[in-house]
Nanobody, 120 residues
Framework: QVQLVESGGGLVQAGGSLRLSCAASGSTFRINAMAWYRQAPGKQRELVAGITSGGDTDYADSVKGRFTISRDNAKNTVYLQMNSLTPEDSAVYFC??????????????WGQGTQVTVSS
């Protein structure tokens, strides 16, 4: 079992920066990959950025060059540094942990979500 606690959301002006944090606890050694998703009203939840246990990263086209996902293994924490924010980035951001238990079983765990609002 893995528990995820998010922090760092809030209000920011367009062009500003914000850093989200996701602290993992429990069976953290089982985590194969972690990611940040976001969901705006009336839209589907979308992948923003992901990072594997090996350190490989991927980003949505809309955030490439502006957002950076990173990890601190000593603190069991994953971060999302968001720069040059625009109102289109406003959404509830969710932390996700992916666990591959076996070749036939996998699980996803989610944080509670943190609101990011970018004003004009």
């Amino acid at each position: 079992q893995v528990q995820l606690v998010e922090s760092g959301g809030g209000l920011v002006q367009a062009g500003g920066s914000l850093r989200l944090s996701c602290a993992a606890s429990g069976s953290t050694f089982r985590i194969n990959a972690m990611a940040w998703y976001r969901q705006a009203p009336g839209k589907q939840r979308e992948l923003v950025a992901g990072i594997t246990s090996g350190g490989d990263t991927d980003y949505a086209d809309s955030v490439k060059g502006r957002f950076t996902i990173s990890r601190d293994n000593a603190k069991n924490t994953v971060y999302l540094q968001m720069n040059s924010l625009t109102p289109e980035d406003s959404a509830v951001y969710f932390c996700n942990a992916y666990i591959l238990s076996s070749l036939a079983s996998s699980n996803n765990y989610w944080g509670q979500g943190t609101q990011v609002t970018v004003s004009s």
